[in-house]
């Protein structure tokens, strides 16, 4: 619903800067004021408290005044920055003369076909390719995304499913960027599409034996997975069956397939809570069966192997131990202990195989992977050559094999993916990304520990090139995420290169709120104690001031989503730590966020951040949420953006807290909110236009830095 009273831009030099701006007359020494939005009180009251947002009126996204701002905003930023143009263009040109532009991934082999998928030279999308029986064979083209996303400002294929008889494929489509796919089904022998379009879906569907059947999950106006449907394929979407409705808003539902492909699970889950599902995949119309009835702070998930069920669970083990049950007998009081729990080693995945099992677990904050033959007890783990690395299993769809896959990389070793005999321990280097001009003895990683405020030790990882730190205190970006136990893994990244080159040091705070040291580490960085999170980051930069390897007006700070509430939340209690800072889709606006359940996610996440429903927990959130924290005083300069279909962070949270920043902050430092039109949480798609917005903010904090080219 529009305003009754439409909000008004002020000030006249709008028609200025649009005239300037159109001319090109807007020139970096020559840049015009900044807008200034609209103030129209609007009072939130709760808990006998009551909040005053003078910004709230840009929720409305229909409203043509919202859409006005933003693009002033954007001609704003554009001036701003235009003196930057050349550099942006050679950053731009150095990523992409990194990437292997015609390059394809790793073959995998599945129910008598390789699939694999290969980019062409120049273009932006990717295309999914088979061939039967040998890698010899004539190449299959399943999807071209290219030629699919011809007219298109945003496209993105979702879940890719074939049919047990290899004839059709399910695929979902989002043209929007707000994760609202549509299903369709191709047929592989005649290349043409059924008729049917599934709306408003997740995306992806999981076929039944008899292929003909499938399940999907659809998505309510909150972009909730809120029910599953079943449908036969050459018929229309309306007469598809609703086979489950999860009735419960703090609850989001999956779909999966088992390992042995005989069951398809049906998946409930909150963000403390889970429970399965199980249908038998050779009779579709059959009831799905309840694996383990949920209760309240019980997580587990589920495969299935030779008529044997395993879990991973968290019952009484926080760390999570692995457990096995009979079909018919799924109960956790029938669940029989294979891996117990272990203080020391956070339990986070496994995979099946007919003569193996494989454990993925983190130890020290670094990924491990084990694994047991068939009759042992311990097996053994792999080994890795860097002393900070990412590894994990990769999909081996055929569980027969005894080779296993596995990616891995580090701060310096480009992504590769090794095959593993798990018999004979051999292993072979299938492919290496391939970095034009890039040589890894060049540079140079450490690992660190900061003292948190409460004498935890932090880790930090780093990077930089060999000689960085020979000048004194560097230019150095820290970045953090530290939310929902999702890990910031010391990994390998190409755009980073251009950073490093510059003289940058990059910095990776490994914060509490993730699960880099557990599982407790996760839930010392959440609800109540969710300020860990933010001066965990602090120590971090302050560490790094203290030993050297930076200093204030060269430190920088990156986050996005929940790691833009990290960023927002730091330039609340330390502004004066950073020179510039890099505000990604950040979720600022905590509070009103999370007291308006039409929003998404809102629901589904009071698990982590609590629910401001609750008195006490309105007084916590409302202790760090960056917009409700905003002061007159000094704050760094920051660039924040934002994408106007997102479906996960709304676009209207950056551009309030940029709004009440302008009007409140007292320095002169530039703060510039880039907002893409055309797109949602995950920016641009396709390669190389996501190339263009990394080369944009790098730009930005390598002109702050005083390096120009």
Known sequence: MIHPRLPRLQTAAWTVLFAALTAGAALAQDIPQPPAAEKIRKELTIHGQTRVDEYYWLNERSNPKVVEYLKAENAYTDAVMKHTDPLQEKLFNEMTGRIQQTDMSVPYFDNGYWYYTRFEAGKDYPVYCRKARTLQSKEEILLDGNKMATGTSYFNIGGLAVSPDNKVIAYGVDTLSRRQYKIYFKNLKTGKNYPEEIPMTA?????????????????????????I?????????????????????????????????????????????????????????????????????????????????????????????????????????????????RDDVYLTGFDLFADFLVLSETKNGLNQIRVIPSGEKDGYYLEYPDKAYVAYPT??????????????????????????????????????????????????????????????????????????????????????YGSYGYSTDPGFNIMRISLMDRGFIVALAHIRGGSEMGRAWYEDGKLFKKMNTFTDFISCGEYLVRHGYTCPNRLFAQGGSAGGLLMGAVVNLRPDLFKGVLAGVPFVDVVTTMLDASIPLTTSEYDEWGSPNDAAAYEYMMAYSPYDNVRPKAYPAMLVTTGLHDSQVQYWEPAKWVARLRAMKTDNHPLLLKTNMEAGHGGASGRFRRLRETAYQYAFILDLAGIKD
Do not use: C
């Open 203 to 227: 995306g992806f569907a999981v076929w039944a034996d008899d292929n003909k059947t499938v399940f999907y999950p659809a998505i309510d106006e909150s972009l909730r997975l809120y029910k």
């Open 229 to 341: 449907f079943r449908h036969t394929l050459g018929t229309p979407a309306a007469t598809d069956v609703e086979v489950f409705h999860e009735t419960d808003p703090t609850f989001e539902l999956s779909l999966d397939k088992s390992r042995s492909k005989k069951y398809i699970f049906l998946v409930s889950e909150s963000t403390l809570t889970t429970e399965y599902r199980t249908l038998d995949a050779s009779q579709p119309l059959s009831e799905f069966v309840v694996f383990q009835p949920r209760t309240r702070g019980l997580e587990y998930s589920v495969d299935h192997l030779e008529d044997k069920f395993t879990i991973l669970t968290n019952d009484r083990a926080r760390n999570f131990r692995l457990m096995e049950a009979d079909p018919g007998r799924t109960g956790k009081d029938d669940w029989r202990e294979v891996i117990p729990h």
């Open 395 to 480: 999909p081996t769809p055929e569980p027969g094999t005894d080779l296993l896959r596995y990616g891995y990389n580090s701060l310096t070793t480009p992504a590769t993916v090794y095959e593993f005999n798990m018999k004979t321990r051999q292993q072979t280097i299938l492919k290496r990304q391939e970095v034009a001009g890039y040589r890894p003895e060049d540079y140079a990683t450490e690992r660190l520990s900061a003292p948190g405020y409460d004498g935890t030790l932090v880790p930090i990882s780093i990077v930089y090139k060999k000689g960085a730190r020979d000048k004194g205190p560097a230019p150095l970006l820290l970045y953090g």
